[in-house]
């Protein structure tokens, strides 16, 4: 059997949602709606037994500083040490990588063009673990499947453009399908969703755009990769670009997924949304 | 290059340049030892990363709006907060020109932080 990607989700990766589990807050009220949309996401992830998550995210200058910034970095190591951002390092086990599925991944999106910069010792901070804490929860015995970041560079413009981020997507999902030995994998977009940190509009949320967002991103995501930084900024904040990252997630589904979960939560200056896909036919 | 937008600062390449000795000293108070020798010795810190008269002003007054037009990245400057005391949510308000309680009462949880 081909190895296979068998779902994606698209989800926000907000840093205080970090010391919020570390101190086992889920359950207080203003946090409690946003933990429980994750769930059934949980029992279904645990159903679809999938092997690896492709996390495709953005760093905030715990890893990558701008001395030297790549565009696109992927991980290709057996384990991702977690990095202290500025606020001590978490208590997380280090996170398991798959070299050999990175380095076939490696091999195919060069040769499909995508100039990456690879990642043989890379650190991992909440843009990655904040969702894996989500979807993915540590135990005693480590993380429950193996994983392989994706670091985009939607901080520091010229950004690739939402358009080359979705494409990457769908050369990511060629490369899965031609790795040998039947791998499931789960691919995550993260970041987002409306949010702005900085300038005398800090604060700024818009559950409109978010809320089409979402909407496009399951009925068009073609259309949503023609949108302009500069649109997204506008309607939903200057950090909201991180949301290009959800189209590599989407680009990476065949046009036949279904959408299963869908959540939105914005307490404080983020728009919190949770999206996730099913590909059909998943019978071993 | 990026299009204006009101009361937004959009990190490009001409603000990373300025910025770049800024954003250096941040990134090293990702280490818990830069972090105390941030705060045992702020002026030889600030120094040591070769800050220029107007950025170590900045830092002093602790002046975010004004460290953002300098070329501070905001993920940058958040490791300033952690070393000074102040929450993403309080350099906010003062971006804002607003105190913090007064930030918090715009906001749809305000218990969320």
């Known amino acids: 059997m081909p190895s296979r990607i068998v779902a994606g989700i698209g989800l926000s990766h907000v840093p205080s949602v970090g010391p919020v589990i570390d101190r086992g807050r889920q359950s207080a009220p203003a946090w409690k709606p946003l933990f429980d949309a994750y769930v059934p996401v949980r029992s279904w992830l645990e159903k679809l037994e999938p092997d690896v998550a492709i996390v495709v995210y953005n760093d905030h200058v715990a890893e990558f500083g701008f001395d030297k910034y790549p565009t696109f970095a992927l991980g290709a190591a057996d384990r991702y040490v977690i990095a202290d951002e500025g606020f001590g390092t978490r208590p997380l086990p280090e996170v398991p990588g798959d070299a050999e599925l990175s380095i076939h991944l490696c091999e195919r999106l060069i040769e499909d063009e995508f100039d990456l910069t690879v990642c043989q010792e890379l650190g991992v901070e909440h843009g990655f673990l904040v969702p894996m804490n989500l979807c993915f929860p540590h135990t005693s015995a480590g993380w429950p499947v193996k994983t392989v970041p994706l670091q985009v560079n939607v901080i520091q413009h010229p950004l690739p453009t939402a358009r080359r981020c979705f494409r990457l997507g769908q050369a990511l999902r060629k490369a899965v399908e031609s790795y040998p030995g039947n791998t499931r994998v789960v691919i995550l977009g993260t970041g987002g969703m409306s949010h702005q940190l900085q300038g005398k509009r800090f604060g700024f949320m818009n559950e409109k755009f978010d809320q089409w967002f979402l909407d496009e991103l399951e009925k068009d995501p073609e259309q949503l990769a023609q949108l302009s930084h500069h649109r997204i900024m506008e309607q939903a904040g200057a950090e909201a670009v991180e949301l290009i990252v959800w189209l590599t997630m989407r680009g990476a589904l065949s046009p036949k997924a279904k959408r299963v979960h869908r959540h939105y939560y914005a307490p404080m200056t983020t728009g919190m949304g949770l999206i996730t896909f099913e590909e059909p036919g998943l019978d071993p | ?113």
């Open chain 2, 1 to 113: 290059m990026p299009q204006e937008i009101p009361d937004t600062s959009i990190f490009d390449l001409r603000l990373s340049r300025r910025g770049l000795r800024l954003n250096r000293m941040c990134a090293a108070l990702c280490s818990p030892a830069e972090r105390e020798a941030f705060k045992r010795d702020e002026e030889g810190f600030m120094s040591r990363f070769d800050l220029s008269e107007t950025e170590k002003q900045l830092v002093r007054k602790r002046d975010f709006a004004g460290m953002i037009e300098h070329g501070m990245n905001i993920y940058a400057m958040l490791k300033i907060g952690s070393v000074t005391g102040n929450s993403l949510y309080r350099m906010g308000a003062q971006m804002r020109g607003e105190s913090y309680e007064e930030f918090l009462a715009t906001r749809n949880i305000q218990d969320a932080v």
